[in-house]
């Protein structure tokens, strides 16, 4: 694997530790019209596009076409 | 006014396909894969509207109304970033191995990968046994659909029965083109219908803000995850999403792709389009319980339509109908002509059945074996009350413990056809115990410990795998090669 491959897939595991938002799991706080829980997971998927379109441009097998 | 709306969605669903009926071409490589033409938005759009499923609008909001927002976390967040993971890493490669060596099912593909007939067979048998729960949620969604948004003139049976007859009729006319293009619009239908009923839902009850101070007065439990899921649990329910990778209907989407580079948009919109789809229904599903008090089990399945009929009736509710509608057919869509297309080439034509059949009679057998199927589920429906969420789970993680063959066929030149073999029965036996293991229980875990038996039989799939194939004769190198290039 290419520098490039091993930090998409260090980004997308990281991604995936920070779905455990632990330290949320008893909160019921209303932030922003919306349960602090959900709020996070929310922004969590927004990020998630964020970090899989960077994933995409670093590491696209191009050779397949 | 209701049935109405809906009457006229159906008719437009099948006159997309017979649309794009005028523009099929005779071969059979476009009625199963379009001839391997479709395009970055339509593979984005079919590819979505066939994952996101009555699971994704019932099951969501009924699991919700039990469980509160942490559904939110359980199930769409990983999604939308192990289901685009999955697709960057398998998808591609899978599309350029197919065209390469003219592959249109996932049985053909896994079968000439190891050269096992065995193999293929126990696959098909395999696959439809999984595809049928998940078959059977979306007839189940239609009936509870059509039933609500009538306020109970129609019975359930109705509703399924329609789902089955309008999806038959414009899969046979239109193919995968039909499909793919069918799935666009239905896709797009269910994502502005939901955002749409959403918003006149909760302004009509005051606004999200009010609604959700009102929750935390009366049942602020389902605003928080504690008490209402296991943390071990929610860990690895993170594994339901790998079922993706082993669809055998989005197999089939991917194969008909025009180039890799199409699957671009699909990996980097994925996330954003399960928010917008999973929000809506999870909101009303917890807002259901202030109008809706009490509703245990699967009568929770109908709360989404409930508070539709509630809030909003007339044309909006038969809008909402159309909406449920459009995210069923454009799974059911799918995964019906995958069966039927496994079984015309890999039943009829591999076992030399096709030599002594026209063309049309090779079709005509794949649309029987597809009816036979529905009817099926049709009648299973008739029967079923459990969860819609729950079944589908259960779909999952069969498709999920099977993940470590796709992993093995295009990543590992050492796999062989005994460790493949090993995987399947693997979770053929974990998963028939497990299942009868956690008959009737909403939550069932291993044991009770939290771990959700995807957990279980992916690990034991995935060691079966890696010992047969250790302890079996490596593959012949020609055979790898045409799957896992050198370079």
């Not at chain 2, 609008?57 to 919700?64: D, M, N, R, T, W």
């Not at chain 2, 979306?138 to 059509?146: F, N, P, Q, S």
């Not at chain 2, 989005?250 to 917008?276: E, G, N």
Request: hydrophobic share 55%; proline share 4%.
């Amino acid at each position: 694997m290419s520098s490039k491959q091993w930090l998409a897939f260090g980004l997308l595991a990281a991604m995936y530790v920070f779905h455990n938002d632990w330290w949320l799991w008893g909160d019921s706080r209303i932030v922003a019209g919306l349960p602090i829980g959900l709020g996070y997971h929310v922004l969590y998927m927004i990020v998630s596009a964020l970090v899989l379109t960077i994933v995409v441009r670093l590491a696209w097998p191009t050779h397949l076409d | 006014m209701t049935l109405g709306i809906i009457a006229v969605y159906m008719a437009l669903v099948i006159g997309i396909g017979v649309v794009s009926n005028r523009l099929l071409s005779s071969t059979g490589e476009d009625y199963f894969l379009a001839t391997r033409s479709i395009g970055p938005v339509v593979l984005l759009m079919s590819l979505f509207g066939t994952n996101m499923t009555a699971f994704a609008l019932l099951g969501s909001s009924g699991e919700a109304y039990h469980a509160g927002i942490g559904v939110f976390g359980l199930m769409p967040a990983i999604s939308g970033l192990v289901i685009p993971t999955v697709f960057f890493v398998l998808a591609p490669r899978a599309w350029a191995i197919g065209k390469r060596h003219g592959y249109t099912t996932q049985v053909e593909f896994f079968r000439d990968r190891w050269g096992s007939d065995l193999l293929g067979l126990l696959l098909f048998i395999v696959l439809v046994a999984l595809v049928i729960p998940y078959l059977l949620i979306g007839v189940m969604a239609g009936g509870v659909t059509l039933n609500q948004v009538t306020f109970g003139q129609i019975p359930e049976w109705i509703g399924g029965l329609v789902i089955c007859v309008v999806v038959m009729s414009y899969v046979t006319i239109g193919g995968l083109r039909g499909t793919a293009w069918v799935n666009t619009f239905q896709t797009i239908v269910f994502m502005v219908l939901g955002a749409i009923t959403v918003t006149v839902v909760f302004n009509r009850m005051g606004g999200v803000g009010t609604v959700m101070a009102r929750i935390a007065e009366e049942t602020p439990s389902l605003l928080a995850r504690e008490g209402n899921f296991n943390y071990v649990r929610w860990l690895t329910y993170s594994l339901i999403p790998l079922s993706a990778g082993m669809f055998p209907h989005m197999f089939m989407h991917w194969l008909s792709a025009k180039r890799a580079d199409s699957f671009r948009l699909t990996v980097q919109a994925y996330p954003l389009c399960i928010a917008l789809v999973w929000l809506p229904p999870v909101l009303l599903g917890v807002a259901g319980t202030l109008d809706f008090p009490g509703l245990v089990g699967g009568q929770s399945n109908s709360i989404l339509v409930r508070m539709i009929s509630l809030h909003a009736p007339g044309v909006l509710a038969g809008l909402l109908g159309a909406g449920v509608f459009a995210a069923v057919m454009s799974s059911l869509d799918s995964q019906v002509l995958s069966l039927g297309t496994m079984f015309t080439e890999d039943i009829v034509d591999h076992y030399g059945y096709g030599d002594r059949m026209t063309d049309k009679q090779k079709i005509a057998s794949g649309r029987i074996f597809v009816a036979a199927i529905l009817l099926l589920t049709y009648g299973l429906s008739l029967v079923s009350e459990r969860s819609i969420f729950n079944l589908a789970t259960w779909s999952f993680t069969g498709f999920a413990s099977l993940f470590p063959i796709a992993i093995g066929a295009m990543f590992w030149r050492r796999s062989t056809k005994v460790g493949a073999l090993a995987c399947v029965m693997t979770v053929v036996v974990l998963w028939t115990y497990f299942f009868v293991q956690g008959w009737g229980d909403r939550a069932y875990t291993v044991g009770g410990t939290g771990v959700m038996a995807v957990a279980v039989i992916l690990g034991a799939s995935s060691i079966a795998m890696i010992v047969g194939s250790l302890l079996s004769a490596p593959p012949e190198p020609e055979r790898v090669a045409r799957f896992i290039p050198q370079s």
